[in-house]
């Protein structure tokens, strides 16, 4: 299975920048996602890293290091409508389960 | 023209009760999925179809029994509530298990329950 940790809470100014870092650790890794959830909403999809490097995406960009276990969520701009929790998931190559961690809150402030 | 749909949005029950919750989605995908999210925001997986074959059963209770009648709908039937049982349900469907490189989820709005 997998053991994922990421931060519970960030709290950031508008137009600023705000890094979300996860790490994960599995017996088969097969991808890492990274979702947005607002307050009462279900999850969206953000970005999908399976090989290691940064994959960017408009305001938002994601990183991975697989010899690390480590991922990142990058929001450059900070807008009031990014306040939301992000969640980080990991995909098993055995059973292609995705596993999420428990979510960082993102507060963006004026 | 949406996605992957749930009926109910809420449920308020009292302990003891059967109730059943819906999920239909208009992908054309062949994979689908039942998720719990409690208190604490935790999303954890509970089953997985793969046209309409059970893929994945975590270790749930057996009061809950997901049921697939075709690709595009997965039912999720919940006996005996109880207390623990309250959370928000999301169903999610995506294209297949995951064999492609990129196999994203799509999620239901959810299914607040409450278990009085």
């Known amino acids: 299975g997998q053991n994922i940790d990421q931060p519970t809470e960030m709290t950031a100014t508008e137009g600023a920048i705000v890094q979300i870092n996860c790490t994960y650790q599995t017996s088969g890794f097969n991808g890492l996602f990274w979702y947005q959830q607002h307050a009462g909403e279900a999850p969206t999809f953000l970005s999908y890293?399976?090989?290691?490097g940064l994959e960017e995406k408009g305001r938002f960009s994601s990183f991975l290091s697989r010899s690390k276990g480590y991922s990142y969520l990058l929001l450059k701009e900070l807008q009031m409508k990014d306040s939301a929790s992000y969640l980080c998931a990991v995909r098993d190559t055995n059973d292609y389960k995705l596993s999420f961690g428990a979510g960082t809150t993102v507060t963006v402030r004026a | 023209d949406t996605a992957v749909s749930q009926t109910p949005k809420y449920l308020v029950t009292q302990m003891g009760n059967d109730k059943s919750i819906k999920c239909e989605q208009n992908l054309g995908h062949d994979t689908m999925y039942w998720y719990k999210q409690d208190s604490k925001k935790f999303l954890k997986i509970m089953f997985s179809?793969?046209?309409?074959?059970?893929?994945i059963n975590e270790t749930v209770p057996n009061r809950f029994s997901p049921k697939s009648p075709d690709k595009a709908h997965l039912n999720l039937h919940i006996n005996s509530l109880e207390l623990g049982d309250s959370a928000v349900y999301f169903c999610?469907?995506?294209?297949?298990?995951?064999?492609?490189?990129?196999?994203?989820?799509?999620f239901g709005p959810g299914t607040r329950l409450t278990v009085l």
């Open positions: 999610a469907s995506s294209q297949d298990m995951g064999t492609r490189t990129y196999n994203e989820q799509f």
């Open positions: 179809y793969n046209n309409k074959e059970l893929i």
């Open positions: 890293n399976v090989l290691d």
